[in-house]
């Protein structure tokens, strides 16, 4: 199956340095990922501007946001979305959380083949992790909605920030704890994608 490994202009810079191993993740997932139930199956198009390329404005954020140090706990990863783009694009230090061991199996066979010296996946609770860790960046893609992740963090209120991906409807709500920001952005020509920021105050 064919498709066009586009970008939208904001993104352009990450592609043209990054497209080798970006395209071969695209293909680990398409193949892999699908047989091994990481996804659903899907289109090559589909796959490319929805999960590379929606993973990659999450790494956007984190450096319009000047959090390039941080380090970065991408939770409830699955197939590794957004983490494996952002550690791709960032080379920084990126964990990937799963509960699921046969994911994590998965993973870790795919941080051999991409050769990725600065990513790691971990078998581990999400919740507790994000009760723990301070002064890092957590990215949710489809694991948690920005009420429940306030919700689970609240009791604890370390101070972090939370890249959660969301959609104009679920507008976010005042809260007088975490400013939350919603974030607009094109995944190709016509289709628009949400992520929430959400910080600690
Ligand atoms: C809907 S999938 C989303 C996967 C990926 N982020 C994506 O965008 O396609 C949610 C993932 O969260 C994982 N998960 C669910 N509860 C969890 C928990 N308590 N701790 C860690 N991972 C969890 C599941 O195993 C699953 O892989």
């Known amino acids: 199956m064919t498709y066009?490994?586009?970008i939208p202009a904001w993104g352009e810079q990450y592609l043209e340095k990054n497209k080798e191993k970006l395209v071969k993740y695209h293909e680990w997932l398409s193949i892999t990922g699908i047989?091994?139930?990481?996804?659903?199956p899907k289109t090559d198009q589909y796959i490319w501007d929805e999960i590379i390329v929606h993973s990659l404005y999450f790494y956007k954020i984190i450096e319009d946001l000047g959090l390039k140090k941080a380090n970065i706990f991408d939770i409830g990863t699955g197939g590794g979305i957004p983490g494996i783009p952002i550690s791709?694009?960032?080379?920084?230090?990126?964990?990937?959380?799963?509960?699921?061991?046969?994911?994590?199996?998965?993973?870790?066979?795919?941080?051999?083949?991409?050769?990725?010296?600065?990513?790691?996946?971990?078998?581990?609770?999400?919740?507790?992790?994000?009760?723990?860790?301070?002064?890092?960046?957590?990215?949710?893609?489809?694991?948690?909605?920005?009420?429940?992740?306030?919700?689970e963090v609240t009791k604890t209120l370390k101070k972090n920030t939370y890249l959660v991906s969301s959609n104009e409807k679920n507008k976010p709500k005042i809260n007088e704890k975490f400013h939350v920001k919603q974030e607009k952005f094109l995944i190709n020509n016509n289709d628009y994608r949400f992520i929430d920021v959400i910080t600690s105050m």
């Not at 047989?35 to 659903?40: D, F, M, P, W, Y």
């Not at 993973?107 to 600065?118: A, G």
Request: glycine share 2%.
């Open 4 to 6: 066009n490994p586009q």
């Open 35 to 40: 047989k091994t139930g990481l996804i659903s």
């Open 88 to 151: 791709i694009v960032s080379k920084k230090k990126v964990t990937l959380i799963d509960n699921k061991k046969s994911r994590i199996f998965e993973l870790d066979r795919l941080i051999k083949i991409l050769e990725m010296q600065e990513l790691f996946a971990e078998e581990r609770n999400a919740i507790e992790i994000l009760n723990h860790e301070e002064n890092v960046v957590f990215t949710l893609r489809c694991y948690l909605s920005t009420s429940n992740l306030i919700k």
